[in-house]
């Protein structure tokens, strides 16, 4: 496909120094949220690692370990680029085949220690490669004891960062999420959800942007992906991500106040530590992040810091009904609209 | 891809019964490892679940759990069949392409406790697909402590199993497994190998049939996998399928008498539930077993029996220098030929 084919190049109306304001805020969001994880745990402190990628670029992980809050917590930055993407990316964009790639962005994960605290998950990025560019990425929750309040509560600062924007945003993202972070072997939701897009750039069109897999939807089968929008600048589509990014601590931190004070025993944190192990299946078998790590080569250290520090699998396991277990399964077989819309 | 551009349509030469005669040998072998597995363990019994696979066919698997021996294990049996291979296969054959298909096998992963017996993994599988059919298989020990005596027992024992019927395969093979279990991201190898084969028919040619991977090699790359062989019956492919499969109880119980009685402490533990995560990383993202399983809708709970019951994930973990922890590492970095051949 050649860059004629597309309806306009993007790449035209790139502000300047594009990659160094989104590199600048992605380092500040990964700043910011350690700062702050570091005041809720209050005992453990970031370890960071800087890293150099062969073929260009690199990052810096930070890794809090063995905390009173957060048994395991990993805040990653990077900024790589390369000759070429891997297929993972090129078979969504064919428009980026054959061309130098530059990407940068944030991602975490947090695996608390108590198994009333929720696990949660945020990636944010930003691609150029030739005649296009994208943001993509998103935040979603894990929780192991379900609170509805919590559900909403979370939910609902999503929302109120993507209205702040563009009040299209969050209803197609919320379905895009649920789409995504689902395990199809399992049937089953990996949590509760959140926002989740990819592939946002300045052409008109539908907002969700099928991904090629089999296990998406293809807009014509959910109506709460038809919505469209008109041309979008990419200062918009940067405030928009800004907004999502810095929504993450007062959607989270709240919840983590709430729950750490609960007491929990051995059957809560088997169900923790087995639970975890879907978090693991999804991580290796699906994630798209994980998978373009591996494919590029990334510092794998870096790519698997989010897999949990303990693993528990069991044959066969299925919660008794009528307990705090069976009714996180419910969720997770039929995602749950958390907000009236 | 039409049959008029094979060589020789092999299935012309199937004996009457092929089906029947496979699938009662993988049934014979499930029972033989269970019952002798059982006698080792000395404590604890296989479980056993039948079930139907809703696009045809099924399995009855095995599970031992919380033995004096074994931690977990898992021995499965299935037969399946259904209107077309997934792609991860056809890749590999196209000329089962728009074929109805049939498979059948056994496949077996034992995660003992004492970090001093090594984790063991089989399996053996026979397809048939519209003009083709093949054998493909292996076993493989990932051991966390190594012995030498142990490897070389081991591969000795495969060895000898191979030789009864062609001296050609195990050097051809032994390479391939090691190439089959490796970890790129890690650049390591899963233990100390065995013996590794696919798509193993009548047709005369290179016993290594290249996987299309990235990282497999090419045959003129390595003069290890150059060697030929005429055309082969399906009677002797079949017989060389069961010499294997009926090597593995002498290959690994003499192991596990040895290494059963040796005490381990807090350490050892620590190490053999890190390294169980490099079981879990290559089971979920490179295993061309379980991405069939996954692919084909089989029985999740069946497909991931061989993830460990307990795992652990430590960030950027190295062993300490001249350690028996380090020992092991430096053969997973190089690969050994452990037989003077």
């Known amino acids: ?61 930070r890794v809090l370990s063995e905390g009173a809050v957060f048994e395991r917590g990993g805040v990653n930055y990077s900024e790589v680029f390369g000759s070429q993407l891997p297929p993972s990316i090129t078979k969504q964009r064919p428009e980026a085949e054959g061309h130098s790639f530059y990407a940068t962005g944030t991602s975490m994960v947090l695996h608390p220690r108590n198994p ?15 005649p296009v560019w994208w943001f993509g990425g998103g935040i979603d929750l894990t929780p192991y004891y379900l609170f509805d309040e919590d559900a909403r509560h979370f939910h609902q600062t999503l929302k109120d960062a993507c209205d702040s924007q563009d009040p299209a945003y969050y209803p197609v993202f919320k379905i ?35 991904q090629g897999s089999p296990d998406s939807p293809s ?3 959910d109506p709460a992906l038809q919505t469209s929008l008109g041309e ?6 940067f405030s928009f991500v800004q907004a999502c990014g810095n929504g993450f601590l007062p959607a989270y931190v709240p919840i983590v106040e709430k729950r750490q004070p609960m007491e929990w025993g051995e059957r ?13 299946e999804f991580n290796l078998v699906y994630d798209r992040g994980t998978i373009f790590g591996l494919q590029t080569r ?23 009904p009528d307990t705090p277990e069976s009714k996180l399964y419910d969720v997770l077989h039929t995602p749950k609209n958390w907000l009236d819309l």
């Open 298 to 320: 990334g510092r794998t250290e870096s790519i698997l810091m989010s897999l949990p520090p303990l693993v528990r699998w069991e044959y066969d396991y299925h919660p008794e």
């Open 268 to 280: 809560e944190r088997n169900f923790q530590l087995y639970r975890r192990g879907r978090y693991v």
């Open 219 to 221: 807009p014509e089968e």
């Open 1 to 61: 496909m050649t860059s004629s084919t597309l309806p306009e190049t993007s790449i035209g109306s790139l502000p300047p120094q594009s990659r160094e304001q989104v590199s600048q805020f992605m380092q500040t969001l990964q700043d910011d949220i350690c700062a702050k994880l570091e005041a809720v745990d209050g005992q453990s402190h970031f370890r960071e690692d800087s890293w150099d990628r062969p073929e260009g670029g690199g990052g810096r992980s």
């Open 116 to 130: 009333y605290v929720p696990t949660v998950h945020l990636n944010y990025r930003y691609f150029e490669a030739g």
């Open 176 to 210: 895009w999420c649920d789409h995504y972070f689902h395990l199809p072997h399992r049937d089953e939701a990996r949590g509760i959800g959140g926002i989740f897009f990819d592939y946002q750039d300045a052409r008109p069109g539908l907002l969700y942007r099928p």
């Open 232 to 237: 979008r600048s990419w200062d918009q589509l």
